[in-house]
């Protein structure tokens, strides 16, 4: 009976302990976005084989034939989930950024990652989606960019189709690291010709 008492008491203790303790929100913003060089197969400084999907309004999409008619734009490539409140927070950046840059110069390719259809659609339109959403239901674009369950994921892309950045948190600051990376990309690119 002694050892069941004592033992009654510690967890008691230690419930007592841990629900004192402040809170802290699963989803709180961290005050510095990161960045990792490598995610998957893809590391930066190196090239992006082209890729591809389906649009949310069912139009084919490819990188190659969008570098044919846009050959002089970064592609920022950003990977969300409806279910994902980081993504919620990082469309804002994502908009403000895209509009610092002139259209010929920057493209977004927003890829819905293991999920289309109408819930996506109201999703897209609720949050103002800055580019063109490409769905990935089964997940084939998210394998071949390293992408898995922990959303959003954001790459960088220069003109010659070079990986120039990852991100793999956004931040409080993420709209001006973005900013810098989109920038470093054109930079990277002209040195290149």
């Not at 819905?112 to 609720?126: C, L, N």
């Not at 959403?133 to 960088?156: A, H, M, N, Y």
Request: proline fraction near 6%; charged fraction near 25%; hydrophobic fraction near 45%.
């Amino acid at each position: 009976m002694r050892v069941i008492g004592r033992t009654v008491v510690a967890v008691a203790v230690l419930c007592t302990v841990f629900l004192a303790r402040p809170a802290q929100a699963a989803d709180a913003v961290p005050a510095q976005s990161r960045m990792v060089t490598k995610s998957g197969t893809l590391e930066v400084g190196a090239p992006l084989k082209g890729f591809g999907g389906w649009t949310l309004k069912d139009g084919p999409w490819s990188m190659d034939r969008h570098k044919k008619r846009n050959a002089k734009q970064v592609l920022v490539v950003s990977f969300f989930a409806t279910w994902c409140q980081p993504c919620v927070r990082a469309f804002p950046a994502l908009g403000a950024v895209r509009k610092a840059f002139k259209p010929e110069e920057l493209e977004f390719i927003l890829v819905s990652f293991g999920q289309e259809g109408p819930e996506v659609e109201r999703f897209v339109e609720e949050h103002r989606a800055p580019g063109i959403v490409v769905v990935d239901p089964f997940q084939k674009i998210g394998e071949r960019f390293g992408v898995d369950r922990s959303l959003p994921r954001t790459f960088v892309i220069d003109p010659g189709g070079i990986v120039r950045a990852i991100f793999v948190t956004e931040g409080k600051d993420f709209e001006r690291a973005l900013s810098v990376a989109v920038s470093d990309a054109m930079a990277a690119a002209q040195a290149q010709r």
